[in-house]
């Protein structure tokens, strides 16, 4: 609000601000109240006024007048003692006369309720251990029927598509493999190279005490093939493209993207879902021998500086001792990572709320579930492994 | 008129983004106490305009003189000071949905003036009473309808008692009555907060209404057409376009469509 300075009295431009206050008379109807000084929120003209500050009044008095003649500049905090003062005012059951005030402070106090409305409460009720209990359970049957329905609806769409019949864009699946393939070897490599490395250095520090230096060609072969790589590069990819996929569908969401593929009746799980979850199923267990590949290049090059052994020899001690089953292991369990985090993502995104502020959540949820499910899935198929006897 | 009595000076400013001009020749002066009507049909580039004089697109050439001082020739840390004089209504609200409508109205208030709580509080309190929002207060943006949302906007905007308001289509999306309640509402704002307010709008009922004074942006030639409130231009417009424009007529000039929906 401009400071608005009232026209009737002329006082000095130079005179410095004074400080609002306020005092209180006895008119010929009852208390009237007179402020004076510039009332601004800068010099603290948000002050508080209650029914408690007006005396008693005096048998037969009517109203609280306004006596504004002593204010030299106004703004909202003047209004907001108004407020105050109006509703002190008809607590203690005195008619609020306005007369006295500026116009335009009329026009404004005349905009706002008689009283603050109490403020609207979101629904939130204190739920009990066996209603929470109940949620939860019916939450996680609920999550589990449209995750497995939507997998169901992907892996249809991915046979239509084997015989040609699917409706999903091969524009939408090249650019989605793109992004979940090639555009990723650079980090992937990183990682997985600097893992190797490490897995190599801490293997021969302590291989090293027992002559065994050779064998650090199967410690990192072994591991990386069966499951540090596959790991480390589905946490990667949980990062990268399920945190992404999450983004996007949830922003479409916001958009109304998702309603408007609705109303067309265009089936979001072959145009959104089966693109995304293929790619990442498809390129994940690619992008694992790369990684398994490049982490025993970096042992490779560790092993190098640190022992004494032909390169040649290297390699042979590797092929020897990584049995081909380590790949098909570690190969199977990529996809399935992949399937995972691809379908959380997009069952996270789908369910997402349509705020800013619900795309982060939806983004950090599908990353965080990622990660928590890979790690989970490896543990299972750890049992089953030991199980089968692999 | 007097020097005093003009806000803003728009001189000869040109908008456009690369080689595709938006708008050029724009020139008007906004006066202390008018509502100022920025009109034209769709993709003329009346928000464009709009945004370059709240600060958000520079023009290519000519001045805007906020008060005097060439807006766009200060630095950055000026530019904020002036804008403390602006108060901004988005189209949609732009309420930031993380947080509450009260947090929405109080955050301009804590971060630019150094008040206790329970004053910002008092003040958040009294800025959504003037727009009947008192009940929202502990509400997100996501669970209010979308005229709430632009009140609450509205009450954001005058968080910090600006003395020049931008409405960038304040009533489209609303429904006839709750349109009409808002042109009250800012005409009521207007004369209670003393506020010079710059709306940009097609919605006529509503321009005819609370505007008295205004420009005419044409999407074909790209520059202003016509100068004037809106109910003159109404009256007295002798050119077509904008005799179309104020009369919904669907016919005159029939290339303006297609022309106008490539900007923006």
New interface residues.
């Given amino acids: 609000?401009?400071?608005?300075t009232d026209p009737s009295p002329p006082t000095a431009p130079a005179e410095p601000a004074a400080r609002p206050a306020w005092s209180l008379q006895t008119g010929p109807h009852g208390p009237c109240l007179s402020v004076r000084g510039a009332w601004t929120?800068?010099h603290g003209g948000?002050m508080p006024f209650t029914a408690a500050d007006i005396p008693p009044p005096p048998p037969g008095a009517t109203s609280l007048s306004m006596d504004t003649t002593g204010i030299t500049a106004w703004?909202?905090?003047f209004?907001?003692f108004l407020?105050e003062a109006k509703q002190a005012a008809a607590s203690a059951g005195l008619a609020f006369e306005q007369d006295g005030l500026p116009?335009?402070?009329q026009?404004?106090l005349?905009?706002?309720?008689p009283n603050?409305?109490?403020?609207?409460?979101?629904n939130s009720h204190k739920q009990n251990l066996l209603e929470k209990t109940g949620d939860l359970t019916l939450g996680t049957l609920n999550e589990t029927g449209v995750a497995a329905s939507l997998a169901l609806d992907t892996t249809r769409g991915a046979l239509q598509a084997l015989h040609g019949k699917s409706r999903m864009r091969t524009k939408d699946l090249i650019t989605d493999l793109w992004n979940a393939g090639p555009n990723a070897l650079l980090i992937v490599g990183v990682v997985n190279f600097l893992i190797g490395a490490i897995l190599a250095f801490v293997g021969l520090v302590e291989l090293r005490r027992f002559a065994a230096e050779i064998y650090v060609t199967n410690l990192v072969g072994i591991a990386c093939a069966r499951e540090i790589s596959a790991i480390m590069t589905a946490i990667i990819m949980a990062g990268r493209t399920g945190g992404a996929y999450a983004a996007r569908i949830a922003t479409m969401l916001g958009n109304e993207e998702i309603d408007a593929l609705q109303v067309f009746g265009i089936p979001i799980s072959s145009y959104i879902l089966l693109p995304a979850i293929l790619s990442l199923s498809l390129m994940m267990p690619l992008l694992y021998l790369y990684g398994t590949l490049i982490g025993i290049l970096g042992g490779f090059v560790v092993s190098m500086s640190m022992m004494d052994v032909s390169p040649v020899g290297y390699w042979i001690s590797t092929v020897n001792g990584v049995e081909l089953k380590e790949f098909v292991f570690g190969f199977i369990k990529a996809f399935f990572f992949g399937s995972f985090i691809a379908l959380a993502a997009c069952r996270v995104g789908l369910k997402a709320?349509?705020?800013?502020?619900?795309v982060g959540i939806a983004a950090t949820r599908a990353v965080v579930i990622g990660i928590v499910g890979i790690i989970a899935m490896d543990a299972v198929f750890a049992v089953m492994a030991n199980a089968l006897g692999i | 008129m007097a020097e005093s009595d003009t806000l803003i000076s728009v001189r000869d400013v040109e908008l456009s983004f690369g080689p595709k001009i938006i708008q050029q020749n724009v020139s008007f002066d906004l006066r202390r106490g008018s509502i100022f009507a920025v009109m034209g049909g769709s993709g003329c580039g009346k928000s464009t305009l709009l945004k370059s004089m709240i600060g958000l697109l520079r023009p290519t050439t000519g001045k805007i003189l906020v008060g005097g001082e060439d807006y766009w020739a200060q630095n950055e840390h000026r530019r904020t000071q002036i804008n403390h004089r602006f108060g901004v209504l988005f189209q949609s609200g732009a309420l930031w949905s993380s947080m509450t409508v009260g947090e929405n109205v109080a955050l301009p208030i804590e971060m630019f003036s150094s008040q206790p709580p329970d004053v910002v509080r008092k003040l958040v309190e009294l800025k959504l009473g003037l727009v009947g929002m008192e009940q929202a207060i502990d509400l997100f943006p996501s669970e209010i309808s979308g005229g709430m949302r632009k009140r609450a906007g509205l009450a954001r905007a005058i968080a910090l008692d600006p003395d020049i308001l931008f409405f960038d289509e304040p009533s489209a999306g609303l429904d006839p009555i709750t349109s009409a309640r808002l042109d009250d509402l800012i005409l009521t704002l207007r004369d209670g907060l003393g506020a010079t307010i710059v709306i940009v709008s097609h919605e006529l009922p509503s321009l005819f209404t609370i505007a008295d004074d205004g420009i005419f942006l044409d999407a074909v030639t790209h520059q202003p057409i016509a100068h004037g409130s809106p109910r003159d231009l109404r009256d007295h417009s002798t050119i077509p376009e904008v005799m179309a424009f104020m009369n919904r007529a669907s016919t005159i000039p029939p290339t303006d469509e297609t022309k106008a929906d490539q900007h923006v």
């Fill in positions: 609000m401009t400071q608005q929120v800068p948000v703004d909202s905090s209004i907001s407020w116009a335009p402070a026009r404004l005349a905009l706002l309720p603050p409305a109490p403020p609207a409460r979101h709320g349509r705020s800013a502020a619900d």
